[in-house]
């Protein structure tokens, strides 16, 4: 019950995230705090720092946060995430793990500011061994609510636009590969490679595909 | 922890009450189109409702503007009313998908031959009689869109006046687009550009055309600080054009009989577009038999709308020399 309870309460407080390629057995086999770092290609080119926590139930639970920003001169835009992973089904080397993000991603340009409140949810099928894993990964990201709010500029091409908060503002299917290679004792490089799928009708992105390149470095 | 939890509060409650908005709602984040507001001034051309506008005698010579694009419209050509005191009727229109016009889904772009046929439409449609005088004022798209009409009817068009059009063959036009288009992976403009498409996603008119209209950010290097002006961009006709460009590059070879055209067609181009240039200028226009060439200082690509005023006497001493 306690451990549902855990669950339930980051269900309800990580309204948006992505997933961190985790190797289940080194989470299981080494310390609870971890630090992790990523460059690549995620709707831009960005990087990512991050801090996960392993929290010890009959089936371990990781807690993680991390925030992107993507290259550029200003720092107006990030994504900061919030959420926790869980594995469900451990059958030897083959686990499967499922993913719960809360994000807030912003965005702003000499035309809009946004402000968007969303949800990833994903789940990953892995062969874990104890110094790799690969895993394949399926996940949904959908935003909730978003804000906008416009500049003089764009009110100057529609002086009627609203200031406003809009709902279900963007969705999209991820799946890919992942991979993860134990470096000695504390540190572990992993990669992600994978596309992305507007929902339904929806226009794909002008460069459907992620990539990241990342380390993992295990505090304690 | 109270602050996050006083959000997603917050966040309960705004998802429920009905402040909240959809992206596709009519008018919050585009204007209106002639379908949906009829006091929009329109005609319909070949089955398709275009916003169109007239200025001056309709008896006069006949001024057809033509806006870029494909998917831009015409608000930022609107300098040329200022050639009805020289006694010319001037004719302003979205073309399809553009602008106010009608949104149409993708396959009413399934050739080039569509432009060209509604641009005659707009011809006729206006025309007072034989003998009224025509112009064809383009400006980038657009003059490639005015080439495509004379290419098929050479000798039909008094006079001739092109901005910058990026080129008459796909070769032309592809190396033009290459130097305007370059993605550097690590600047704010481009991640600007990819990193909306995490937060708006659609599939209706409403939202495509707000996304693009984001996508404007004027961080582009033509020459223009700041962004046109215009109404609202037509996504689904751009996307759908330059997809047609990309499958069909021989529909934008508009050469095949230019040289019969033998009048003397003004063609310009600006000081501060450096992805143009005199040299691209030169080989362009030389499709053509006669050309006068000009180029416009002070302004980037967008002359009609920023490098008006040395555009203007320029049109103005060629019209009266040729009409």
């Known amino acids: 019950m306690k451990n549902i309870s855990i669950v339930v309460i980051l269900l309800l407080l990580s309204n948006i995230i992505s997933a961190q390629s985790l190797n289940w057995n080194s989470i299981e086999q080494n310390n609870s705090s971890q630090v992790y770092t990523n460059i690549g290609y995620d709707f831009g080119a960005t990087v990512q720092l991050g801090y996960a926590y392993k929290l010890n139930f009959n089936k371990p639970i990781v807690l993680m946060t991390d925030f992107s920003i993507p290259m550029g001169a200003e720092l107006n835009d990030y994504k900061f995430r919030i959420g926790a992973q869980r594995n469900i089904i451990d059958r030897g080397s083959f686990k499967t793990s499922v993913e719960y993000i809360g994000v807030v991603r912003r965005y702003e340009t000499n035309l809009v500011r946004q402000i968007s409140i969303a949800q990833m949810m994903s789940i990953t099928n892995g062969w874990y061994k104890d110094g790799w894993h690969v895993g394949i990964e399926v996940g949904y990201d959908s935003s909730i609510l978003s804000h906008l709010k416009h500049t003089e500029e764009m009110q100057r091409v529609y002086a009627d636009i609203q200031d406003a908060w ?55 | 922890m109270k602050n996050v939890i006083l959000s997603i509060c917050c966040l309960a409650l705004l998802s429920s009450c009905g402040d909240t908005h959809e992206l596709s709602d009519e008018g919050l984040l585009v204007p209106l189109t002639v379908m949906e507001d009829a006091s929009i001034p329109s005609i319909e051309i070949n089955g398709v409702r275009l916003h169109s506008e007239t200025f001056g005698n309709p008896s006069d010579p006949m001024i057809v503007v033509l806006h870029g694009g494909p998917g831009a419209d015409y608000r930022s050509q609107l300098n040329f009313k200022q050639l009805v005191e020289d006694d010319y009727f001037i004719v302003f229109y979205d073309q399809r998908g553009s602008g106010l016009s009608e949104r149409l889904g993708k396959e009413a772009y399934s050739n080039v031959q569509v432009y060209i046929d509604e641009l005659e439409g707009v011809i006729n449609y206006y025309r007072q009689n034989a003998n009224q005088k025509i112009i064809l004022a383009g400006h980038s798209w657009g003059a490639m869109l005015a080439t495509g009409y004379i290419n098929q009817n050479p000798n039909t068009i008094d006079g001739v006046v092109l901005a910058e059009p990026g080129g008459f063959t796909w070769d032309q036009t592809i190396e033009y687009l290459s130097k305007t288009q370059q993605i550097k992976l690590l600047e704010e403009g481009t991640n600007d550009f990819v990193y909306l498409d995490q937060f708006i996603t659609g599939s209706d008119h409403n939202t495509l055309d707000y996304k693009f209209s984001l996508s404007l950010t004027g961080d582009s290097n033509t020459g223009d600080a700041i962004i046109p002006s215009y109404w609202r961009f037509g996504a689904v006709c751009s996307s759908a054009s330059i997809e047609l460009a990309i499958n069909n590059p021989e529909q934008l070879d508009f050469t095949g009989s230019l040289k019969t055209h033998d009048q003397k067609v003004l063609f310009v181009y600006s000081e501060l577009n450096e992805s143009y240039g005199r040299e691209h200028a030169e080989l362009v226009s030389s499709e053509y038999k006669n050309v006068e060439l000009h180029e416009i200082e002070n302004c980037g690509h967008e002359i009609p709308e920023f490098g008006w005023s040395g555009y203007y006497p320029i049109i103005k001493t060629y019209l009266e020399e040729v009409l």
């Open chain 1, 166 to 220: 809009f709902k279900n503002t963007s969705a999209y299917w991820y799946y890919g590969l992942q991979t993860s290679k134990k470096i000695g004792q504390r540190l572990e490089l992993n990669m992600e490679l994978g596309k992305t799928n507007a929902r339904a009708q929806d226009v794909d992105a002008l460069l459907p595909y992620y990539f990241n390149f990342g380390a993992v470095v295990f505090l304690n």
